[in-house]
């Protein structure tokens, strides 16, 4: 009975030993197997740092607004009789916009003409009486204040019928008519709008701290989108007064506008160009990741020579030629993981005051994929860059 129990307990060991055996060389099979496996190299897209030209700029938000706008309306009661504008017409200077029913006026004027021609008439022929002693002075006072009476009521009732229409006092677009044809309207009845819109404003905010770098004349740019600003202007005022709620100070500036793109109340881009500088360091904003512990960029650089292992030793021996392919081939690339300090972004780009030095080549896309001492690929074929720059261009 015992020798059966000890013939058991090895036979037990043997198989417990032979599991625990096999499960430690598979775990250093698979462990040198990863060991052993070459890392993949992560596709990046890269850009070299070189000193270029520095645009400066100052971006804001605006609003379009007319040089010269404003909305027309009668200054007197009536009942429109014709209206000579439709919607969209350009209109010259005092030219005839409305016009109200005037009849009575008129009559009037004429009954005030007639009247001022009698008195006339009188004051003349008291003028010849007293120049043959015949006349009185206080007769021919009489028919001078008279004739001066009539005069001005006809003047007066000349300003009444021209009130019963309505000019343009500039040259501008009209807007979409307000009143109809047979409309009672009353005075200060708005009849359409009136916009020069050859030459337009716009007015814009920046922070109290960029107030020191702009002045009157100053050029600045125009758009619908930060990508295309094809419309130029110049500040033209400045206020002298910052907000105190909102530490921005308002700004007007003037944009021409001789084909009519813009329309007035549109927001636009607007960007104030200040002037050029040189040797700045500046990269593509999607090169620079912003962390908890700051900003940083990749920088590629060439992998560190290894080692040869002894197998690869042995394999070089017997196969000589193969090794010597194997050190005809370029140097593997990795990256270096370098925090910066950054400053003004202009144009897609950021300004790089201190981290990088001129001739470094950094990565521009595929950082997300990437650590330090990663290797990389580079494939600059597609890159945000130029991706952007076509959409512009298009």
Same mark, same amino acid.
């Given at each position: 009975?015992?020798?059966?129990?000890?013939?058991? /307990?090895?036979?037990?060991?043997?198989?417990?030993?032979?599991?625990?055996?096999?499960?430690?060389?598979?775990?250093? /099979?698979?462990?040198?197997?990863?060991?052993?496996?070459?890392?993949?190299?992560?596709?990046?897209?890269?850009?070299?740092?070189?000193?270029?030209?520095?645009?400066?700029?100052?971006?804001?938000? &605006?609003?379009?607004?007319?040089?010269?706008?404003?909305?027309?309306?009668?200054?007197?009661?009536?009942?429109?009789?014709?209206?000579?504008?439709?919607?969209?017409?350009?209109?010259?200077?005092?030219?005839?916009?409305?016009?109200?029913?005037?009849?009575?006026?008129?009559?009037?004027?004429?009954?005030?003409?007639?009247?001022?021609?009698?008195?006339?008439? /009188?004051?003349?022929?008291?003028?010849?009486?007293?120049?043959?002693?015949? &006349?009185?002075?206080?007769?021919?006072?009489?028919?001078?204040?008279?004739?001066?009476?009539?005069?001005?009521?006809?003047?007066?009732?000349?300003?009444?019928?021209?009130?019963?229409?309505?000019?343009?006092?500039?040259?501008?677009?009209?807007?979409?008519?307000?009143?109809?044809?047979?409309?009672?309207?009353?005075?200060?009845?708005?009849?359409?709008?009136?916009?020069?819109?050859?030459?337009?404003?716009?007015?814009?905010?920046?922070?109290?701290?960029?107030?020191?770098?702009?002045?009157?004349?100053?050029?600045?740019?125009?758009?619908?989108?930060?990508?295309?600003?094809?419309?130029?202007?110049?500040?033209?005022?400045?206020?002298?007064?910052?907000?105190?709620?909102?530490?921005?100070?308002?700004?007007?500036?003037?944009?021409?506008?001789?084909?009519?793109?813009?329309?007035?109340?549109?927001?636009?881009?607007?960007?104030?160009?200040?002037?050029?500088?040189?040797?700045?360091?500046?990269?593509?904003?999607?090169?620079?990741?912003?962390?908890?512990?700051?900003?940083?960029?990749?920088?590629?650089?060439?992998?560190?020579?290894?080692?040869?292992?002894?197998?690869?030793?042995?394999?070089?021996?017997?196969?000589?030629?193969?090794?010597?392919?194997?050190?005809?081939?370029?140097?593997?690339?990795?990256?270096?993981?370098?925090?910066?300090?950054?400053?003004?972004?202009?144009?897609?780009?950021?300004?790089?005051?201190?981290?990088?030095?001129?001739?470094?080549?950094?990565?521009?896309?595929?950082?997300?994929?990437?650590?330090?001492?990663?290797?990389?690929?580079?494939?600059?074929?597609?890159?945000?860059?130029?991706?952007?720059?076509?959409?512009?261009?298009?």
């Amino acid at each position: 009975m015992i020798k059966r129990l000890i013939i058991a /307990a090895i036979l037990l060991a043997v198989v417990v030993g032979g599991i625990v055996g096999f499960n430690t060389f598979r775990d250093r /099979a698979i462990q040198q197997y990863f060991a052993s496996m070459p890392v993949p190299s992560v596709t990046v897209s890269t850009v070299k740092v070189e000193p270029s030209t520095w645009n400066p700029g100052i971006e804001a938000i &605006g609003t379009v607004a007319a040089s010269r706008g404003v909305d027309l309306t009668v200054e007197t009661l009536g009942v429109v009789k014709e209206i000579f504008f439709d919607s969209n017409q350009r209109v010259a200077e005092d030219e005839i916009l409305v016009q109200l029913d005037d009849s009575v006026q008129r009559a009037d004027l004429e009954v005030a003409r007639t009247q001022s021609s009698l008195d006339q008439l /009188a004051l003349t022929r008291a003028i010849e009486l007293q120049q043959r002693g015949v &006349g009185s002075t206080a007769t021919l006072d009489a028919a001078r204040a008279a004739a001066e009476t009539s005069a001005s009521q006809v003047q007066k009732l000349q300003a009444v019928l021209d009130q019963k229409q309505l000019r343009a006092p500039y040259k501008g677009t009209m807007g979409i008519p307000r009143i109809e044809l047979g409309q009672f309207v009353q005075p200060g009845t708005v009849v359409a709008t009136l916009q020069d819109l050859d030459t337009m404003r716009a007015d814009f905010s920046v922070p109290e701290q960029q107030l020191s770098l702009l002045q009157i004349g100053q050029p600045v740019i125009f758009g619908v989108n930060a990508d295309n600003m094809p419309f130029k202007g110049s500040i033209k005022g400045i206020e002298p007064k910052v907000d105190p709620s909102s530490r921005l100070v308002a700004i007007r500036a003037e944009i021409s506008n001789p084909e009519g793109k813009l329309s007035p109340g549109q927001f636009v881009q607007v960007r104030v160009e200040l002037p050029e500088e040189n040797d700045v360091l500046a990269v593509p904003e999607t090169a620079v990741v912003t962390s908890l512990y700051g900003d940083f960029i990749f920088v590629v650089k060439s992998a560190a020579a290894k080692q040869q292992p002894a197998a690869d030793a042995a394999t070089a021996q017997q196969n000589p030629s193969e090794s010597a392919a194997a050190k005809t081939e370029e140097p593997a690339l990795t990256v270096s993981q370098v925090f910066v300090k950054i400053g003004r972004r202009s144009n897609g780009k950021i300004e790089i005051t201190e981290g990088v030095s001129p001739g470094d080549e950094v990565v521009t896309a595929g950082q997300n994929r990437l650590s330090n001492n990663s290797p990389v690929v580079i494939n600059n074929s597609v890159t945000p860059t130029n991706s952007g720059a076509e959409a512009a261009a298009r």
